[in-house]
């Protein structure tokens, strides 16, 4: 997955060098001249200085709450965070009724990432100065830092509703809106931000991130390129104008952007690990894992680039370093909420697993659950009872499978069982290799009932039956690089075989192609479950499809499959090959450039006029 920087303006504003205590008649002049000079060398910048003046005033008079308060402040400014809260909670406890005390606790506790405390500071500071604009402004920030998105844009709300020229509000409510996928109000948020600052990059910045994330590259490129106009040394930008380039499939453009990203800010782990990913994409696998293991370098717990460095090991065929680091996905924000957590412990190959029982759990789609539920033939061989939790629509399916003593669904309650492990780790579990995949073909049957009742349904056989799959599940990121429409299909198919729709969940314009296209079978409304798919592809002679369940379905039931592929594949499908090696009835059809479909198409137009 690639990185995109959002860019939040931060804490400011009430961090304020004025004075709020009344000067007491007994306080020695000599006592406010150190105060006072104090005050000067913080507003210049002098810090140490400050410092120093600000430590003397309080040897002499050690209750003077102005000077422990900025005293906090320079801590909070030079990032010694418990001093600053130490001297900004005395100096609250000598005058608890100043707002800009209780408002820069906030800003110190925030840093200390004690998100709660910090709002309860806040919401003291507000209460006791209703108007503080700043006040709700960094309260937005932490409460977006919290995710709890709606409290920040309200937030944000209250501050531009007290100072309506505030361009940083509007830029940072704009975020907020963007995560909750809100995005023609965060467009307009940052819109708002650049009409009153023009020169403000930040925004650019972050309109071209929401620009792209609703697919108007266009416009998006346009936006990181005037936010490089306005900062040419944003490497924030480049890094992200790289990423929308790569969207349009401007890869060499995209990895130029990126490497500029890179030159000005070398600690950039990001744009190291978008390097990578273009690189990947171009098939230069040992620079893209180099780019990898340098954003990796810079920042060792950075889940991304361990992810993707699998993938690319992966797609090499370095599968014994490929599984290593594929277990760093529970480390990426998309998977921490699909992984479950067992007290039972996890599997990885040992201990030994004879008479004990494990939990073997589907964790990502129909598709990897039929390609890796393979190994749980190679877990009972271990004489483990093997207990199999998967998606709901493959438990039929699965249910009588060689190897399982018990399969359920996720949300049913689980029996007993010792040990744990989801099925994707498994080859990391076994240390596959490409040369020792599990092969044994077919391990899927569709059900002889359900097979006999298709079998009725279709009647004699005159042509060679073909099943047909062009679109996979349109929410994962590549989709739209790996479907097709069936309209540009059927371009392509001959007519010396019966056509079989295999395809569940088409879009409207595929459905009406299939309306006018009569000559093509359709049953999805007979395909409740995988086991029904199952019965009616056990009746083809091949199945076409794209990279999607319906391939790994058909090729473990042994039929003959043909698998359409984009030029930059999934690592399953490795490259420079036509077979696979985890199913030996696969046969890969591969774009030989970018988006060239139709030497695909051509390709298998003539292997279909040769089916008899």
């Given amino acids: 997955m690639r990185a995109d920087n959002q860019k939040s303006t931060k804490a400011g504003g009430n961090l304020s060098l004025v004075s709020s205590q009344a000067r007491a008649p007994e306080l020695v002049a000599q006592t406010q001249d150190?105060?006072?000079?104090?005050?000067?060398?913080?507003?210049?910048?002098?810090?140490?200085?400050?410092?120093?003046?600000?430590?003397?005033?309080?040897?002499?008079?050690?209750?003077?709450?102005?000077?422990?308060?900025?005293?906090?402040?320079?801590?909070?400014?030079?990032?010694?965070?418990?001093?600053?809260?130490?001297?900004?909670?005395?100096?609250?406890?000598?005058?608890?009724?100043?707002?800009?005390?209780?408002?820069?606790?906030?800003?110190?506790?925030?840093?200390?990432?004690?998100?709660?405390?910090?709002?309860?500071?806040?919401?003291?500071?507000?209460?006791?100065?209703p108007n503080s604009t700043y006040t709700y402004y960094n309260r937005g920030n932490t409460l977006h830092i919290q995710k709890k998105l709606e409290d920040a844009v309200a937030s944000f709300d209250q501050a531009i509703a007290i100072s309506t020229d505030f361009a940083e509000a509007y830029n940072n409510r704009g975020n907020a809106l963007k995560d909750l996928k809100k995005f023609d109000q965060a467009i307009a948020s940052y819109i708002a931000a650049i009409q009153i600052k023009p020169e403000y990059a930040e925004a650019y910045n972050n309109l071209g991130n929401a620009l792209k994330d609703i697919k108007k590259f266009d416009e998006a490129i346009g936006s990181y390129s005037t936010a490089i106009q306005i900062k040419p040394d944003y490497a924030e930008a480049y890094n992200n104008l790289g990423n929308a380039l790569k969207e349009q499939r401007q890869i060499d453009k995209a990895i130029q952007s990126y490497s500029r990203a890179i030159d000005l800010n070398p600690d950039c782990?990001?744009?190291?690990?978008?390097?990578?990913?273009?690189?990947?994409?171009?098939?230069?696998?040992?620079?893209?894992?180099?780019?990898?293991?340098?954003?990796?370098?810079?920042?060792?717990?950075?889940?991304?680039?361990?992810?993707?460095?699998?993938?690319?090991?992966?797609?090499?065929?370095?599968?014994?370093?490929?599984?290593?680091?594929?277990?760093?996905?529970?480390?990426?924000?998309?998977?921490?909420?699909?992984?479950?957590?067992?007290?039972?412990?996890?599997?990885?190959?040992?201990?030994?697993?004879?008479?004990?029982?494990?939990?073997?759990?589907?964790?990502?789609?129909?598709?990897?659950?039929?390609?890796?539920?393979?190994?749980?033939k190679l877990v009972s061989d271990l004489g483990a009872k093997v207990i199999v939790e998967v998606q709901k629509p493959l438990i039929t399916l699965l249910t009588d499978l060689d190897g399982i003593a018990l399969a359920t669904y996720k949300g049913e309650k689980l029996p007993e069982f010792d040990f744990q492990c989801p099925l994707m780790s498994l080859p990391f579990a076994f240390k596959t290799t490409v040369d020792t995949i599990p092969t044994r073909?077919?391990?899927?049957?569709?059900?002889?009932?359900?097979?006999?009742?298709?079998?009725?349904?279709?009647?004699?056989?005159?042509?060679?039956?073909?099943?047909?799959?062009?679109?996979?599940?349109?929410?994962?990121?590549?989709?739209?690089?790996?479907?097709?429409?069936?309209?540009?299909?059927?371009?392509?198919?001959?007519?010396?075989?019966?056509?079989?729709?295999?395809?569940?969940?088409?879009?409207?314009?595929?459905?009406?192609?299939?309306q006018a296209n009569p000559q093509v079978l359709n049953f999805a409304d007979e395909l409740h479950d995988f086991s029904d798919t199952a019965a009616l592809t056990q009746l083809l002679d091949c199945v076409v499809t794209v990279d999607t369940s319906v391939a790994h379905l058909a090729a473990a039931l042994g039929r003959k499959t043909w698998i359409l592929l984009p030029n930059d594949p999934d690592w399953r499908w490795l490259l420079n090959r036509e077979d696979s090696p985890w199913y030996p009835t696969v046969k890969l059809y591969r774009q030989p450039v970018p988006g060239d479909w139709f030497t695909v198409f051509t390709r298998v137009r003539e292997d279909l006029l040769t089916l008899k």
């Fill in 269 to 376: 782990f990001e744009a190291f690990n978008n390097r990578g990913n273009g690189l990947k994409e171009l098939k230069q696998l040992s620079g893209a894992i180099a780019s990898y293991d340098k954003a990796i370098e810079i920042n060792p717990n950075f889940a991304e680039a361990y992810w993707n460095k699998s993938l690319a090991l992966l797609l090499g065929g370095d599968y014994i370093n490929g599984w290593k680091f594929y277990e760093w996905r529970w480390q990426r924000d998309v998977f921490i909420p699909l992984k479950r957590d067992f007290p039972q412990p996890l599997w990885l190959g040992t201990p030994s697993l004879l008479n004990k029982s494990i939990l073997l759990y589907g964790e990502q789609g129909f598709g990897d659950t039929i390609q890796f539920i393979r190994y749980a």
């Fill in 34 to 129: 150190l105060f006072e000079q104090g005050i000067v060398c913080h507003r210049t910048g002098r810090l140490k200085e400050a410092q120093d003046l600000y430590e003397q005033t309080l040897l002499a008079q050690p209750d003077h709450v102005d000077a422990m308060h900025l005293l906090g402040l320079i801590a909070y400014e030079t990032a010694n965070f418990d001093l600053a809260e130490h001297l900004m909670q005395g100096a609250i406890t000598l005058n608890p009724n100043n707002s800009s005390y209780h408002s820069n606790l906030g800003n110190v506790l925030k840093a200390k990432h004690k998100y709660d405390a910090a709002i309860v500071s806040y919401d003291s500071a507000i209460q006791l100065t």
């Fill in 441 to 514: 073909n077919p391990y899927l049957f569709g059900d002889i009932a359900k097979v006999a009742l298709w079998e009725a349904k279709l009647g004699p056989k005159i042509k060679p039956r073909v099943g047909l799959a062009w679109s996979g599940n349109r929410s994962h990121k590549n989709d739209h690089n790996r479907s097709i429409s069936l309209k540009q299909l059927l371009l392509y198919l001959p007519d010396n075989c019966q056509y079989i729709s295999l395809q569940k969940g088409a879009t409207f314009d595929d459905g009406r192609t299939l």
